[in-house]
Structure formats: structure tokens, C-alpha cells
Nanobody, 115 residues
Framework: QVQLVESGGGLVQAGGSLRLSCAAS????????MGWYRQAPGKQRELVAT???????RYSDSVKGRFTISRDNAKNTVSLQMNSLKAEDTAVYYC?????????WGQGTQVTVSS
């Protein structure tokens, strides 16, 4: 049973930084892609950033230049360094990992940015 556990959310002032981490367990296989999504109140879940097993990355336009995604394939972890946070970054952030045709989600971690 694959499980994803996020950590690192919290409350921060605008302009500050936070680092989210996600640890995957329950599989010996390398995930094809790992990433972060977020969902703000009243909005749909949206992609924040993804990273492929070979290291390629993709970011939403709203976080480019501010957020950096990284992964450790040996440990099956993925992290998101968030800098220059804005009030509009406030959301629940979800870790996502995909292997073959299966997608897995973490329980979510709240990030609140005060202006």
C-alpha cells in the first residue's frame, strides 16, 4: 500500500519562505513523476510543480521563479522550496506521485500566507 506523508506547512508572512516535504512508502519502485498540487477554498485543485524521474521539472506560471521542486529517488521523497510567498499562495498543498497508471495522493498540508 503506497502512502504519501507531507510535512512542512504552516503560517508565514508574505515574502517569507516555507519548505514542504513528502515521503513515500510502500513501494520499491521509482515513481515516474512526483509533484505538488494545491487547492484554495472555493477553487479547484491545481498543479504547482512536478518533477520526473529523470529530473525534468514543470511549474505553473504563478510560481515560476519563486518555488523549486526537488526529489531524492533513493529515498522516494519530493520537496518544494517556496520563497517570496504571497497571500494568493494560501491553500492546502497535496503531494502527488505516479507509477505506471496509478496516482497517489497525500493527505494535504495547510499553507497560510498572511499579508
Amino acid at each position: 500500500q503506497v502512502q504519501l506523508v507531507e510535512s512542512g506547512g504552516g503560517l508565514v508572512q508574505a515574502g517569507g519562505s516555507l519548505r514542504l516535504s513528502c515521503a513515500a512508502s510502500g513501494t520499491a519502485y521509482r515513481f515516474n513523476v512526483m509533484g505538488w498540487y494545491r487547492q484554495a477554498p472555493g477553487k479547484q485543485r491545481e498543479l504547482v510543480a512536478t518533477i520526473y524521474s529523470g529530473g525534468g521539472t514543470r511549474y505553473s506560471d504563478s510560481v515560476k521563479g519563486r518555488f523549486t521542486i526537488s526529489r531524492d529517488n533513493a529515498k522516494n521523497t519530493v520537496s518544494l522550496q517556496m520563497n517570496s510567498l504571497k497571500a494568493e499562495d494560501t491553500a492546502v498543498y497535496y503531494c502527488n506521485a505516479e507509477i505506471l497508471t496509478n496516482a497517489y495522493w497525500g493527505q494535504g498540508t495547510q499553507v497560510t500566507v498572511s499579508s
